[in-house]
Nanobody
Framework: QVQLVESGGGLVQAGGSLRLSCAAS????????MGWFRQAPGKEREFVAV???????LYADSVKGRFTISRDNAKNTVYLQMNTLKPEDTAVYYC???????????????????????WGQGTQVAVSS
């Protein structure tokens, strides 16, 4: 069982930055692929970024070049650095984990929220224009 707790959300002006953190419980954090999703009001939850292992990352086109996902396995924490924020980035951001010790899934597997085993409670990000 893995518990995920997000933090770092808040209100920021367009063009600003935020760093989200997701702290995970458990002793096998390094074997999990970690993802970030977001859900804006009235919209479906959507993929933002994923990190498999320590260096393999994938991003949604809408955030590529602005957001960076990283992880610190010693701290059981995954981060999402968000720069050049836009009003359309406003959403509740969720951290998610999938048990993936071999890391053999295709990239598209990680885009689907239904493939993740554990979820955090979410943290609100609001970007004002």
């Amino acid at each position: 069982q893995v518990q995920l707790v997000e933090s770092g959300g808040g209100l920021v002006q367009a063009g600003g930055s935020l760093r989200l953190s997701c702290a995970a419980s458990g002793r096998t954090f390094s074997s999990y692929t970690m993802g970030w999703f977001r859900q804006a009001p009235g919209k479906e939850r959507e993929f933002v970024a994923v990190i498999r292992g320590s260096t393999t990352t994938l991003y949604a086109d809408s955030v590529k070049g602005r957001f960076t996902i990283s992880r610190d396995n010693a701290k059981n924490t995954v981060y999402l650095q968000m720069n050049t924020l836009k009003p359309e980035d406003t959403a509740v951001y969720y951290c998610a984990a999938v048990d993936d010790p071999l890391g053999y899934y295709s990239s598209s597997y990680y885009f689907e929220d239904s493939n993740y085993d554990y979820w955090g409670q979410g943290t609100q990000v609001a970007v004002s224009s």
